[in-house]
């Protein structure tokens, strides 16, 4: 079955202590891109990756890092969390130019952090 | 900087009716307008609207991309309580890929029985 796995998906932390959320699809997609979604403010890009070894900033990346070793991975890295980055994050992934594109983006589940 | 506008943003309606959901976007360089569903997970994708498929329609589901005036709808016909999500518009600038995708704020629908 066709899926991105996204976790934990819960997790509460404190502030300052550093998590990994971690992020794998079976499609063997080139894409792979990380939102945060937060009430009023809809899905907003952190990072993306365009293939591995391939990332960039999206429009909200202060605060996280992210890496690309593999195709089928993308963690979204909080090195020193804050109560700010409490949020519902969505690990997604889209074949590339070169695959059969459709146009659709997969989701994973979602993972629910908070930052106390 | 490109701008993704969804209205309304709530909208409450009886079974049975028809509802229209409004996007209209801002953007640089237009590739692809696309619609998702997100009920209380991970949103689904419904249709891709570029210059050369301006019109989709799924069962109840249809929409339609003006590409002069800047708009896209999204259509639910007879509808139902399973249709309550909210739906997400979205443009991305290098024809669905994820680098480029920029979502709106999102239509909270509500069905009631």
């Known amino acids: 079955e066709a899926q991105v796995t996204q976790n934990p998906r819960y997790l509460i932390t404190v502030t300052g202590k550093k998590l990994t959320v971690t992020c794998s699809q079976n499609?063997?997609?080139?894409?792979m891109s990380w939102y945060r979604q937060d009430p009023g403010l809809g899905l907003r890009q952190i990072y993306y990756s365009m293939n591995v070894e391939v990332t960039d900033k999206g429009d909200v990346p202060e605060g996280y890092k992210v890496s690309r070793k593999e195709k089928r991975n993308f963690p979204l890295i909080l090195e020193s969390p804050s109560p700010n980055q409490t949020s519902l994050y969505f690990c997604?992934?889209?074949?590339?130019?070169?695959?059969?594109?459709?146009?659709?983006?997969?989701f994973g589940e979602g993972s629910r952090l908070t930052v106390l | 900087e490109d701008k993704v506008v969804q209205s309304p943003l709530s909208l409450v309606v009886h079974e049975g009716d028809t509802v229209t959901l409004n996007c209209s976007y801002e953007v640089t360089n237009f590739r692809s307008l696309l619609w998702y569903k997100q009920e209380k997970k991970a949103p689904t994708f419904l249709f891709m609207l570029?210059?050369?498929?301006i019109e989709k329609k799924s069962g109840r589901l249809s929409s339609i991309l003006d590409k002069k005036e800047l708009f896209s709808i999204l259509n639910i016909t007879a509808t139902q309580t399973g249709d309550s999500a909210v739906y997400l518009c979205?443009?991305?600038?290098?024809?669905?890929?994820?680098?480029?995708?920029?979502f709106g704020k999102g239509t909270h629908l509500i069905i009631q029985p």
């Open positions: 499609m063997n997609h080139e894409y």
């Open positions: 570029t210059s050369s498929g």
């Open positions: 997604a992934s889209m074949a590339g130019p070169g695959q059969t594109n459709t146009g659709e983006l997969f």
């Open positions: 979205a443009h991305s600038n290098s024809g669905g890929g994820a680098d480029g995708l920029t």
